[in-house]
């Protein structure tokens, strides 16, 4: 570890101010930036390079069951968000207005996209004739706006980067097995790409997206053992065929709308990735998705050879991985160290007169701070082991924070026990009224995460009202 604790106290505390420590990370590490425009941000070249890692991940996955990306417009007129009751009452309080085109007042308001689930809608209307042509599964990765009253950057700010996947199909057989592999393609980016356990379920009836007939979600748990909703995956069935005419001629020759899904997920998951690994040197980036994976800090660089080897190890490693040479005169090699630290690079690799002169490197692991004496020959290797087993342990590690942060409450008493000394998810019965969820919601601050779809069998009644309950799901307090 490094030693300059001038350095350190640019970062809170993480168990002092955990919000604090966020927007720490999240401007010290050089992810994003506050604009002149209240609630939207600026995404910094680093943060946005793990964007990209994310996006060329899930991109490809989503092709791999046949995806076809797409580009919709930003704005939609009023009466095509109007044109399904349940979609419009949910993002109203949201939508972003545009009224005037240059000097001219428009005919129609149009809504900046909140989601493209109508204009979508009306395209594929437009589009499908016969059953031979289905299904559409389309993507696009775009910008959306949403009026946040309360913003964060990346976890909640009023314009954010996202993937929005919507599909029409034949069946309603097809259309839900559809959407639960997008559900299981995001726990894939999650899991193997960002090393964060993820809890698959069903949304209930209050929490699921306005207009679907189900939503499915993989939650996630953050170091303060609050949960995030990282990605979810919508069964509409009819409800947006219907009110917008996609119809198809069935292999009966008859007339019938399509059924319908729509699955995303945002550069919410930036935020995930720093709540859920970081630490009080900063943040900590598994090497799958880290911009940069390994650093060359060279010891003593006005000493005769030193930058040279750097540079030839640096060329020779770049060939297979992400790697920067840091040769900045300016700086001291404990500077550097600290600087990579909080930007979370996985591994350091320390070249000095004595190493080149042994053949050795020192490679120092991000998420242990264990020092590994390489020899130079061995290094392509040894460094593609050692960044595995930092992936490794670094989902091991939250995946252990699950396992301590996840109680069980059979009383209300218990509930809020739980939370008060171990904040986390808390798993329950409960009756499947929405009355029991509002008022867990309104006592405990917690709310329902999912019904999961591994169902454990905890108590015969439900948490809150005491009546016979079937459904075990899973509470917690939420970004």
């Known amino acids: 570890m490094g030693n300059s604790k001038d350095f350190v106290k640019e970062i809170t505390n993480i168990e002092d101010d955990f919000a604090q420590w966020y927007t720490d990370i999240v401007r010290k590490a050089e992810l994003a930036d506050y ?110 706006l949403r009026w946040e009253k309360e913003t964060r950057p990346f976890l909640r700010s009023r314009e954010f980067l996202w993937q929005e996947g919507h599909t029409i199909h034949e069946t309603a057989e097809e259309a839900e ?75 009966e020759g008859k007339e019938e709308y399509a059924y319908q899904t729509s699955w995303g997920i945002s550069t919410r998951l930036i935020g995930a990735v720093i709540m859920a690994h970081g630490d009080n040197r900063g943040l900590k980036l598994p090497p799958r998705v880290a ?56 591994v350091r690799i320390e070249l000095g007169p004595r190493d080149i002169e042994a053949g050795k490197c020192i490679v120092v692991r991000r998420d242990t701070f264990e020092k590994i004496e390489v020899s130079l020959e061995e290094l392509e290797t040894k460094l593609n082991n050692i960044l595995e087993e930092i992936q490794n342990n670094m989902y091991q590690e939250c995946e252990k924070r699950v396992q301590d942060k996840t109680t069980i409450a059979k009383t209300m008493e218990e509930f809020e026990k739980n939370l008060a000394e171990n904040q986390g998810y808390v798993k329950t019965m409960w009756c499947g009224d929405a009355d029991c969820e509002e008022k867990i919601h309104e006592q405990t601050g917690a709310k329902s995460r999912c019904i999961p779809f591994e169902q454990e069998h905890i108590a015969d009644t439900c948490v809150c009202c005491g009546k016979a309950a079937d459904k075990m799901i899973i509470w917690g307090r939420q970004y």
């Open 177 to 251: 097995k559809f959407t639960l592999e997008m559900l299981n393609v995001y726990a894939d980016v999650i899991e193997n790409l960002l090393a964060i356990p993820v809890l698959k379920g069903r949304k209930t009836p209050t929490e699921q997206f306005a207009g679907a007939d189900a939503t499915y979600t993989v939650e996630t748990l953050m170091h303060d053992g609050r949960a995030l909703q990282a990605g979810t995956s919508h069964y509409f069935g009819q409800n947006f065929s219907k009110p917008f005419d996609i119809k198809f001629q069935n292999r």
């Open 291 to 346: 911009p940069i994976q390994a650093v060359i800090v060279p010891v003593a660089m006005h000493k005769e050879g030193v930058k040279e080897k750097a540079q030839e190890v640096y060329q020779n490693l770049s060939k297979t991985y992400r790697m920067e040479l840091d040769i900045r005169d300016q700086y001291s090699p404990g500077y550097k160290f600290n600087d990579w630290e909080m930007k979370g690079v996985p």
């Open 35 to 144: 604009t002149d425009v209240k609630g939207f941000i600026a995404i910094r070249p680093y943060g946005y390079a793990i964007w990209e890692n994310i996006q060329n991940y899930a991109d490809k996955r989503l092709k791999e069951h046949g995806v076809k990306n797409i580009s919709m417009p930003a704005l939609i007129p009023e009466s095509l968000l109007n044109k399904e009751k349940d979609h419009v009452e949910g993002f109203a309080p949201e939508v972003a207005w545009v009224t005037e085109g240059g000097e001219e007042k428009l005919e129609e308001k149009l809504c900046m996209r909140p989601t493209s689930e109508t204009i979508f809608s009306t395209m594929y209307s437009k589009w499908l004739n016969s059953w031979r042509d289905l299904p559409y599964k389309y993507n696009q990765w775009c910008n959306v």
